[in-house]
């Protein structure tokens, strides 16, 4: 729906193994196909318990890059993180927004010990949400 807040954007699974892992750093890259103008806001990354981990933020004044400087720390095992926001009122019909991260670039991880923990995901490298599910419109 358009400028309705907490609207689901996409999201990933973590599986962390040994000890939990603090990322300072997530970038998102943010796309549209469609028509219209406007920049994702108050986007909030939600953890396992449907709490705020990170965020809110808005979307870079180009709408292509949502960036969270909050601390996040993955506990031990696994969990499902959620991002949400708010799709821009001047969004056409039709728009598909896309949002990925590719996490050996763009996540910066902090590590209590140097024991290597890293991907996330060892079989999906990459992170996107279904488009079928990112249509906003009427």
């Not at 469609?34 to 806001?41: E, I, K, R, Y």
């Not at 488009?131 to 419109?137: K, M, P, V, Y």
């Amino acid at each position: 729906a358009l400028n309705v807040p907490n609207q689901a954007l996409g999201g990933f699974v973590t599986d962390i193994k040994g000890e939990p892992i603090s990322v300072q750093r997530m970038v998102f890259t943010a796309a549209t196909s469609g028509t219209g103008v406007g920049v994702l806001t108050n986007v909030s990354l939600y953890g396992p318990n449907g709490n705020i981990v990170a965020g809110p933020v808005d979307a870079n004044s180009a709408g292509t890059s949502i960036t969270f400087t909050d601390t996040v720390t993955y506990p031990v095992g696994k969990g499902v993180y959620t991002l949400r926001g708010k799709v821009a009122s001047t969004i056409g019909d039709g728009t598909v927004y896309t949002v990925s991260t590719q996490p050996s670039g763009r996540i910066a991880i902090r590590f209590s010990t140097f024991r290597y923990v890293w991907p996330l995901q060892k079989s999906s490298p990459s992170i996107s949400r279904n488009s079928e599910l990112s249509r906003f419109g009427p």
